[in-house]
């Protein structure tokens, strides 16, 4: 498949994944990944011709560099030995005794295949290790030894799977060479991916003092150090670019110490760039797996040698191996804690919850697809595509089977597993959440949002007044749908009813000032037709509407759609366009002030009990109709320019009261520092696009 196409149908499929998992919580969107790029390859017949080093150089070199970049500092330092304990020797372990093991279930395998595919199973997906080890409750030295060992064992994984496939493809194996090899390559790919990582630290400064400080140009030098550095590792000095990179992406961390930045948007838009190419490369992964899937498939059914049941049972069997053998490992972590006096009694539950938290992921995808096709003598390389289907197998087995366990260990928590697979926002819980009583993000936003109006009401001026009800306009209607998810059901359906009943009085008032701009010879018919026909249209639409459709739909049905079906129906209808134009407007300005009017006299009705209707739907008609009337009018166009400053201008007002709502929110003690931390962001952004359009402007 053409390499372009290839990368357009990836970046679709990884986004219909998490279109899916977003109605499916509880199932990992890694699993729907790979059945998806199973159903792309049955129904598409699509393939991907992999190879081993471009393969690893986009996949491997940004997400362990990545990966390098979140270490937790604190907890690794603090156990720094356990954790290394685990991502090198029990790595090594696992690789020997488990690929041994595997080596025993599968005669046929060769040995050094066995301990390639042992090596390549021995990395742990890092947020599927802390979805499952947080909400399974485990002490916290385990949850920080697990989580810490996560994010280092991919490099040793991959170094042992490395050697291991050497030694299959070249026929030779030494194990002094081996481990000469082993400490060139690890230290010297240290050294090159600290080196590497100063120097071009050192130049982005150089540059930035020369003025070249562009937050695009810095943002790109960014993104592609991983791979310069992987580059220069692996072909200048041969050693290891995988440590380089995680070297290289931890030093990138530990020097991230400063409270003030003094470029606070490059570091805001690295890490959201970061942030998609993660998401893009981890669900590639995922996918390309589902898409690979067919192929080990077809290969063990035609297979003699394996039975698709035998090749089944031995990616169970796989599976069983690894986990024990992690299990066995933590039990007697524990056990030696608990004899130095650094931890609790040891714990069989513990110990198998931390294995059951070792899923495999991105990384264990990414290395088993780089095994070679042939060997050096060009030979095909042995047990290719059972290897592929056991690790494959390995990865879904592990990931239904912390599915179903998840649930179980912790029947209070509704979270689904998180995998790599999927970008998910991270939301750290304060310790005293537990014990005041915060409003929710929805009702803050909300709340700040209508001091915003308020304040946009008390700068309104007889020449501001499209710009003001333009804006005021916007921000209800996004209080409307925030309202949606903080109201109970009851609530929600109550508002809705109201709504509709007001703005049924609202249409039936405007179809009156119709007929009588009609009856009165002050449109043509052409005009009354049009406008009626839409004021009848948008009453049935509202009529049989519900929820947060009407609600969603109202400000593009009502504006935009209203705007573009007028101007086409000018143009094919009337000769005459200026003359329908102004009594368009006309009847715009006369229908919205008649409605204004009837709902005062419905609401003052000796039968209507005003306090009945909710205020936020009040309000919001009558800035709706407001608004229209401001758009009607004969001279609204007379200066866009000047429009523009005064819109932006009363945005700043609203946007200086949002951020006076949050400060005050947090003093009464209704939202902790966090959440004021994520409301301030949300503000930030506002002030971006704000600042954004103004530059444009210039």
């Known amino acids: 498949m053409p390499i372009v196409e290839a990368v357009i149908l990836l970046a679709v499929v990884v986004l219909a994944s998490n279109i899916i998992s977003h109605y499916l919580t509880f199932i990992p969107v890694s699993l729907i990944q790979v059945l998806l790029g199973l159903g792309v390859a049955l129904v598409f017949d699509v393939k991907i011709d992999l190879e081993t080093d471009w393969f690893l150089l986009l ?15 604190r907890e690794l330092w603090k156990l720094r030995g356990p954790i290394f304990a685990n991502a090198i020797l029990l790595v090594f372990i696992t690789t020997l005794v488990g690929g041994y093991l595997m080596y025993l279930m599968i005669p046929k395998m060769p040995l050094t295949v066995a301990l390639a595919l042992a090596a390549i199973l021995s990395p742990t997906d890092p947020v599927a290790v802390q979805s499952i080890s947080k909400r399974a409750k485990l002490p916290d030295a385990i949850l920080h030894l697990v989580s810490g060992e996560s994010l280092i064992n991919d490099a040793s994984g991959l170094i042992a799977f490395k050697y291991a496939v050497a030694a299959t493809v070249t026929g030779y194996f030494s194990l002094t060479e081996a481990t000469n090899d082993f400490l060139y390559i690890s230290l010297v790919g240290l050294l090159f991916g600290l080196v590497l990582m100063l120097a071009i630290d050192l130049l982005k400064d150089i540059l930035r003092r020369q003025g070249i400080n562009d937050v695009v140009f810095n943002t790109v030098l960014q993104i592609v150090t991983p791979f310069i550095i992987y580059l220069v590792t692996e072909e200048v000095a041969h050693a290891s670019g995988v440590i380089a990179v995680v070297a290289a992406g931890a030093l990138s961390h530990a020097q991230e110490n400063r409270i003030i930045e003094d470029l606070p948007e490059l570091r805001l838009v690295t890490e959201n760039t970061w942030d998609i190419i993660i998401y893009l490369l981890n669900g590639a992964v995922f996918v390309i797996l589902g898409i690979e899937l067919p192929l080990a498939t077809r290969n063990i059914i035609v297979n003699d040698t394996f039975s698709t049941t035998q090749a089944i049972l031995y990616s169970i069997g796989a599976w069983l191996i690894i986990l024990i053998i992690r299990v066995i490992w933590i039990f007697i972590y524990q056990a030696i804690s608990f004899a130095r006096k650094k931890g609790s009694r040891p714990s069989l539950r513990v110990a198998l919850l931390s294995g059951l938290s070792g899923v495999r992921g991105a990384i264990t995808m990414a290395g088993v697809l780089s095994i070679p096709l042939v060997t050096a003598s060009g030979s095909v390389f042995p047990e290719r595509s059972l290897a592929l289907f056991i690790a494959a197998g390995v990865i879904i087995i592990s990931l239904v089977v912390a599915t179903i366990t998840l649930p179980l260990v912790s029947p209070e928590g509704g979270a689904p597993l998180q995998t790599r697979g999927a970008h998910v926002d991270e939301d750290v819980i304060d310790d005293d959440e537990e014990v005041h009583d915060y409003i929710s993000e929805e009702e803050a936003k909300a709340y700040i949002m209508r001091l915003a109006v308020s304040k946009i009401e008390e700068n309104r001026r007889l020449e501001n007044q499209r710009a003001a009800y333009d804006l005021m306009l916007d921000y209800q209607f996004i209080i409307r749908r925030l309202e949606m998810h903080f109201k109970d059901d009851e609530a929600v359906q109550s508002s809705i009813q109201d709504e509709v009943t007001l703005r049924r009085v609202g249409y039936e008032a405007e179809m009156q000032s119709l007929e009588k701009l009609y009856k009165e010879k002050q449109i043509k018919r052409s005009s009354y037709l049009i406008i009626g026909n839409r004021i009848r249209r948008s009453e049935r639409q509202v009529v049989q509407s519900s929820g947060h459709l ?39 300005r006369e229908g919205a002030k008649a409605a204004i009017k009837a709902l005062s006299t419905y609401l003052a009705r000796g039968d209507v009990d005003e306090h009945q209707f909710d205020n936020q739907a009040i309000y919001h008609l009558v800035i709706h109709y407001r608004n229209r009337i401001e758009r009607a009018r004969s001279d609204h166009q007379s200066s866009q320019k000047t429009y523009e400053q005064q819109l932006n201008k009363l945005r700043t007002l609203a946007l200086g009261a949002e951020r006076s709502g949050i400060q005050s ?22 002030e971006n696009v704000l600042m954004m359009s103004l530059a444009d402007d210039e």
């Open 59 to 73: 996949f491997i070199a940004p997400l362990l560099f990545n990966d390098g970049r979140r270490f937790p500092k």
């Open 665 to 686: 929110l947090l003093e009464a003690g209704n939202i902790n520092w966090r959440m004021a931390a994520s409301l301030r962001e949300y503000v930030n952004y506002s």
């Open 550 to 588: 009407m609600l969603w739909s109202l400000r593009n049905s009502r504006v935009w759609g209203r705007q573009i079906l007028r101007s086409i129906r000018i143009w094919f209808m009337s000769d005459d366009n200026e003359a329908v134009e102004t009594d368009i407007n006309l009847i715009e």
